[in-house]
């Protein structure tokens, strides 16, 4: 039985794989025609989606069917970070464009997802490029954030060894540049080993946190009100990595439920995996829990999570569609069970999965 499964899985693989030849990521010609959406990316699981929770959990009830992942198939899509605005479930994530003969990311534009019902999912776009913001080189749209405060959409961005913030009152754009420079960079005092993969958490007071980090170093400040510029001095986040040889990397995501603060992140070495770590206070001390998320493929994994209409949703990238390509991931989205101060492990529905 577990050989047919896995000739099925192939040969459903193959046929991704068929299609996707269609759009060539080196192709930039036919980037455009290739980017739109059609009906077979987001059909219902006719099964009824992910299975139940695993036994001693006690989850919120479950909202019905959600779509197939990766949720698009005709673009390749890396760094998945949620947020959830006036009804609608978005997900903020990098292009990727298929890298060969060695290792690199070659990301050309940040675009935006969203459902209001997590099975029809609709595709807005590109909403930035690198090449858009001064001081950003191009073809470098790694991990990023978005969160609504004070009428804007503050979008927070990365490349390989800098973070900055840039707005709009439209979630689609156009975004300015507001400070003109990096946020953070080697010149920060504190910085981390490698500034990259933003979040922004904001607390039930209203205090917002930026954490971000790479290379085994994560970091954190106080925002001010303005939300783009610091009110406190950048401070380190230690307690997250186990005793297990599963070190901190990089892609740091906070959220709170029943008191108790999550923060789930990917690990080293590859192929990394998605742990989190808890805490009383947004300041710690931090302490290391369980693995949630396996890996995804060859390469890196990124985590984000959102509550909506009564579920927590939990988004990932997997390496599918290109065959375990690390440079050419694509997005997909589970549910995800949280009981006291605990996360259960994460069912993947994606086919590549076992």
């Not at 036919?30 to 699981?45: F, I, N």
């Not at 949703?313 to 569609?321: D, F, G, S």
């Not at 375990?324 to 949280?338: A, E, L």
């Not at 006291?340 to 076992?354: E, L, N, Q």
């Amino acid at each position: 039985m577990h050989s047919v499964l896995r000739f099925s899985k192939i040969l459903l693989l193959s046929v991704c794989f068929a299609i996707a030849a269609g759009c060539d990521s080196e192709n930039v010609d036919s980037q455009v025609e290739c980017d739109q959406p059609t009906a077979e990316l987001a059909k219902v699981d006719p099964d009824g989606g992910t299975p139940s929770a695993p036994p001693g959990l006690n989850p919120s009830p479950a909202q019905g069917k959600q779509a197939d992942n990766p949720l698009f198939k005709d673009f390749r899509s890396a760094d998945p970070s949620p947020f959830v605005h006036d009804g609608r479930f978005y997900i903020v994530c990098g292009e990727d464009r298929e890298v060969t003969g060695g290792y690199d990311f070659l990301m050309h534009s940040w675009r935006l997802l969203s459902s209001d019902d997590m099975i029809n999912w609709k595709y807005h776009g590109e909403i930035l490029r690198p090449d858009q913001v001064s001081w950003m080189p191009k073809d470098r749209a790694w991990a990023s954030d978005i969160i609504y405060r004070n009428g804007y959409f503050y979008f927070y961005i990365s490349n390989d060894l800098q973070v900055g913030v840039l707005r709009s009152k439209n979630v689609e754009g156009p975004y300015e540049d507001v400070l003109g420079k990096p946020l953070i960079d080697s010149k920060t005092p504190n910085h981390s080993n490698r500034d990259i993969d933003p979040h922004c958490f904001v607390d039930d007071d209203g205090q917002a946190y930026l954490f971000w980090g790479g290379d085994g170093a994560c970091r954190y400040v106080k925002l001010n009100d303005d939300m783009i510029s610091f009110a406190s001095d950048v401070m380190e986040v230690p307690g997250v990595s186990s005793g297990d040889g599963h070190r901190f990397l990089e892609a740091p995501f906070v959220i709170k439920e029943n008191g108790t603060y999550f923060m789930m992140f990917a690990t080293q070495p590859w192929p990394s995996e998605i742990h989190y770590a808890t805490a009383s206070t947004i300041n710690g001390p931090w302490e290391h829990q369980a693995r949630i998320g396996a890996a995804t493929g060859n390469g890196t994994n990124h985590p984000g999570a959102a509550y909506f209409k009564g579920q927590w949703w939990y988004t990932y990238h997997t390496e599918e569609l290109s065959g375990g390509n690390t440079s050419s991931r694509c997005v997909c989205v589970d549910k995800m069970y949280i009981n006291g101060d605990k996360i259960a492990p994460v069912i993947y529905s994606s086919f590549w999965m076992d």
